[in-house]
T-cell receptor, first 114, second 113 residues
Framework: DSGVTQTPKHLITATGQRVTLRCSPR?????VYWYQQSLDQGLQFLIQ???????AKGNILERFSAQQFPDLHSELNLSSLELGDSALYFC?????????????FGPGTRLTVL | GNSVTQMEGPVTLSEEAFLTINCTYT??????LFWYVQYPGEGLQLLLK?????DKGSNKGFEATYRKETTSFHLEKGSVQVSDSAVYFC????????????FGRGTQLTVWP
């Protein structure tokens, strides 16, 4: 158990819908990272938040957004969903803003868009 | 740009066989290199890492050496077990101030008794 929790474990929805994925980092960790794992693209970095502020952005679509709240949990919002958004979404956390910290990963949320 | 290329799977081995999973990278500057493992139904776990050239990372019998001259970080284990069956990801992190990881496509390893 990495200490990073993600909810829900599974999500099934329809095209055009909007969903919210939640991540709680390890106790004391200030950074949260979101990754998407799909058959087409592999594991891709989406976005990082550090202590409530956006820190780095990767291949995140404009239909996707994220935020980190004062209690440090983070939410990833996916809207106007398409079939191709079906993937495993992981979050990870670190104590600091990156550096040489080890990233601890949650178990993931599996999103299926029908 | 920054990228990681690792050997295509799946890799199927008998118990106690020798394992090598090749990984090469392209990066600006001096990246740190990592191997992560993903067991079925779980998130990724750090297996080992190396932060500078010629460093050897090791854990649970797995080893990988950071080779700058060949831009490689191949994963090896002398004698695999059934419990090693998982997907292995090679990854890099650019420099010491940025957090994002760049992952390879992953290599599925299946070990038969």
């Amino acid at each position: 158990d990495s200490g990073v929790t993600q909810t829900p474990k599974h999500l099934i929805t329809a095209t055009g819908q909007r969903v919210t994925l939640r991540c709680s980092p390890r106790s004391g960790d200030l950074s949260v990272y979101w990754y998407q794992q799909s058959l087409d693209q592999g594991l891709q970095f989406l976005i990082q938040y550090y202590n409530g502020e956006e820190r780095a952005k990767g291949n995140i679509l404009e239909r996707f957004s994220a935020q980190q709240f004062p209690d440090l949990h983070s939410e990833l919002n996916l809207s106007s969903l398409e079939l191709g958004d079906s993937a495993l979404y992981f979050c990870a956390s670190t104590p600091g803003d990156g550096g040489l910290d080890t990233q601890y990963f949650g178990p993931g949320t599996r999103l299926t868009v029908l | 740009g920054n990228s990681v290329t690792q050997m295509e799977g799946p890799v199927t081995l008998s118990e106690e066989a020798f394992l090598t999973i090749n990984c090469t990278y392209t990066a600006t500057g001096y990246p740190s290199l990592f191997w992560y493992v993903q067991y079925p139904g779980e998130g990724l776990q750090l297996l080992l890492k190396a932060t500078k050239a010629d460093d050897k990372g090791s854990n649970k019998g797995f080893e990988a050496t950071y080779r700058k001259e060949t831009t490689s970080f191949h994963l090896e284990k002398g004698s695999v077990q059934v419990s090693d069956s998982a997907v292995y990801f090679c990854a890099l992190k650019r420099g010491s101030t940025l957090g994002r990881l760049y992952f390879g496509r992953g290599t599925q390893l299946t070990v038969w008794p």
